[in-house]
Structure formats: C-alpha cells, structure tokens
C-alpha cells in the first residue's frame, strides 16, 4: 500500500485515466483504476479506497449513480471530474456525498492540493459525542451583540444548543451527534469562531481549499456556488428554519454569519 493508502481512478478516457494514475502515484498513493461505473464500484470496495476520482460521463451509468452506489459503503474522499461547468451538476455531486467537483480539464497540482488539503483535515468522528455537549447556561440575550456569539470551553465552542470539538472533530446538537463532511466541519468551526463576524463566500472558499488558495488566488462562480451547496447541506441537517435561524445567517450579496445567541 502507498503512504497515502489507496486511491481509484474511475474514467473511461484512457489518456485522463492514465494521467490520474502518474498524478496520484507520484503523490504516494497505490493507485487501481477501472474505466466503467460498475467497475469502479467494485474496484473501490475491493481496494477498500481511500480517496476516489470520479469521472461523472461514464459509458455504463453516470457517475452521480457509481457515487450513490460507493457511499453505500465507503466514506471515501470523493472528487468529481466533469467537462461540463454547470450549477446543477455541482449540486448534485455535492449533495450526493462527493467532497468536491473539479471541472476538465484540470491542473495536477491542483487536484494534488485539494486532495491533500482533505487528508490534512481528516472526517469528523462519527462516535460519540463530546462531553463538553451539555446544554448551555440561560446567560445570553437576544440582542445579537457579537461578544456573545459563542462560548468556548476548552476545545469545544458552543452556541446555542450546538457544540463543535475541534479535537475530536465532532459536533452535536444538543447532545445528538449530527454527521458532518470535512468541508461541513470546517464552513461550520470558521463561523463559531468568527462570533458573528461576517464570512465572504470567497473567506469560505479558502476555508474549504485549504492552503492552495492563497490571498491573490481568482475565486470562481463555481467555487462560490459550492460553497452555497455545503452550507445548505449543513441548514439541512440543522434543521434550521430560514425564517428564524439559529445558527446560520445569510448577509445577501455578501456571504454567512452566526446568529445571535439566544437565552435556552
């Protein structure tokens, strides 16, 4: 096995297959690769695979079906490859369980970064929950003043009702886990720890890239809307109502922000 664990390359165009294949390997990966849907799917339950790229345009059946299919059994690392840029696409992938959605044809380097961006901030854990998850104290006021947003202690912010470890990377909502993605966790830690400051798409852009994108990096549409994707998947599992939210705050044309702490 590679020092990274293993990796499948599912893609019907050879010379891309083969190109993923040097890309991966060089980056220390053991590298299997099959060139249809269904293959893959075996391949990556087999191998046991620890990141996967996914070509969407598949001979057999479409890469969105081989990604519901893995995630039947796998939480691998999933990227998406596809020739076309579309919204719906992006959403669907994202929504599906892929951990992101690269559009061809793309840089090595960069598919190399975003991937190793992943492996540095591993999945939350799906144990237990931490034992900082208690129910927070009625302080507080409803004001929204951003002093108040969040209450820390030790490793765990808390607010109202939520508590994210950043240790154990786990995160509960009044004491229930709640299974987050890495790019989830981490949209969600940067807005607890912001404590009401608001977040530009571009600011969660660089959260979810990790280092690669740097200050002077170009933020696409595409990268912005992935971003609108993560934090709607997120609202989803809060169960958070838009008209009366609790944790996550749209400031339109501009980006996200926590809300105001309220009195529990």
């Known amino acids: 096995m590679g020092d990274l664990g293993v990796a499948v390359v599912i893609e019907d165009d050879v010379d891309v297959r083969n190109l993923l294949d040097a890309v991966l390997q060089q980056a220390g990966f053991e ?35 081989v990604l519901r299919r893995i995630r039947q059994f796998s939480d691998a690392y999933i990227v998406m490859l596809t020739g076309r840029d579309e919204e719906l696409d992006t959403i669907t992938a994202l929504q599906g369980g892929a951990d ?28 237990e929950a931490p034992a900082s998850t208690a129910a927070e104290s009625g302080a507080g006021s409803t ?39 890495r790019s989830e966790f981490d949209l969600l830690h940067e807005l607890l720890r912001g404590t009401g400051a608001v977040r530009t798409r571009a600011d969660l852009v660089r959260v979810v890239r990790g ?30 109502d838009p008209q009366d939210p609790r944790w996550l705050v749209t400031v339109r044309g501009v980006g996200y922000r926590l809300a105001p702490k309220r009195a529990e």
């Open 211 to 240: 280092e690669y994108y740097g200050e002077d990096t170009y933020i696409s549409e595409a990268d912005e809307r992935a971003v609108e994707v993560h934090i709607g998947n997120l609202r989803r599992k809060l169960r958070e």
């Open 100 to 127: 992101d959605y690269i559009v061809k044809p793309f840089r090595p380097r960069e598919l190399r970064a975003r991937i190793s961006a992943m492996l540095r901030r591993p999945r939350v854990a799906g144990g």
């Open 31 to 65: 590298v299997h690769s099959a060139g249809t849907g269904r293959d893959g799917v075996d391949v990556a339950r087999q191998r046991q695979a620890n990141v996967i790229t996914l070509d969407v345009g598949l001979p057999d059946i479409d890469g969105f079906e």
């Open 143 to 181: 004001s929204g003043a951003a002093s108040a947003a969040a209450s820390r202690r030790g490793s765990v912010l808390q607010h109202n009702g939520l508590a994210l470890d950043t240790e154990t990377r786990t995160v509960a909502l009044r004491g229930t886990p709640l299974g987050l993605t």
